[in-house]
């Protein structure tokens, strides 16, 4: 079966999870996809385009050689690599998409997003995305060493890991009304996302229409991949990992 679109969130690509990393890097060596959309959080964190490891440079030599081979992929920040640039773009040959994307799957419009700003009741959470999404932020971070940089971004992983032990489930979740207003906004009944870790398809009524939000699942345990075919029909793969290839 050909593949006309691929999704994917929430892999959180870092250096200590190998067997993350190769489970995405086969995957996107399998040719019968045409699209790839990245809904966000594809890296732990990212700190800058200039931060140029070894790792991160095969993960962009990865991205390009997929797209010279005709593979169009399709990029979206997440609330780990909002700090992703034209740079980064560029070398990977990926294409940026806006936090709000509307795309046509078999001819219906389908609302694309990391999903973060679904969560209406972390208030806490939004407070910090709204800093860090400014650019005047992002600049005075950017002018920083990468050593500088890192201890940052450590400090920011630690905090919002003891944040989000501590909120009850329903404030980590997405709002129901929010989902609502956004998809309205767009004139669809058609959602996909990621970042709450919580995979499922809600089915529910809206503006008296039948309206679906699919949920993408992270790959802390196993990889997940959303796949359509050119006649609409959608199946979640499921991809095991190697856990010899962890350390």
């Not at 806490?124 to 201890?151: D, G, H, N, P």
Request: aromatic share 8%.
């Amino acid at each position: 079966m050909t593949i006309k679109q691929a999704f994917i969130s929430d892999l959180h690509l870092e250096e200590s999870r190998p067997d993350i990393t190769k489970l995405f890097l086969d995957f996107l060596k399998q040719p019968k996809v045409d699209e790839l959309y990245i809904l966000g959080d594809f890296f732990e964190v990212w700190i800058g385009d200039d931060n140029l490891t070894p790792f991160n440079q095969q993960i962009i030599a990865a991205l390009h050689a997929a797209t010279q081979r005709g593979l169009k992929i399709y990029f979206m920040r997440g609330n780990r690599d909002f700090l992703v640039g034209k740079k980064f773009l560029r070398a990977a040959g990926c294409e940026l998409l806006p936090d709000e994307y509307v795309i046509t799957i078999a001819g219906k419009p389908t609302l694309l997003m990391h999903g973060d700003t679904l969560c209406t009741a972390d208030k806490a959470y939004l407070k910090f995305r709204k800093k860090a999404r400014c650019w005047l932020v992002q600049k005075i971070f950017l002018l920083k060493s990468l050593e500088t940089r890192r201890e940052i971004a450590q400090r920011h992983r630690d905090a919002s890991k003891s944040h989000t032990s501590t909120m009850p489930d329903y404030i980590m979740d997405v709002t129901q009304a929010e989902v609502e207003r956004v998809m309205s906004k767009h004139h669809v009944f058609d959602l996909i996302h990621g970042h709450t870790h919580r995979p499922n398809v809600h089915e529910f009524q809206m503006n008296g229409q039948a309206a679906k939000r699919t949920v993408l699942a992270a790959w802390h345990e196993q990889g997940s991949v959303l796949i359509c075919d050119a006649n609409g029909k959608r199946e979640l793969l499921t991809l095991e990992m190697d856990i010899n290839n962890n350390r």
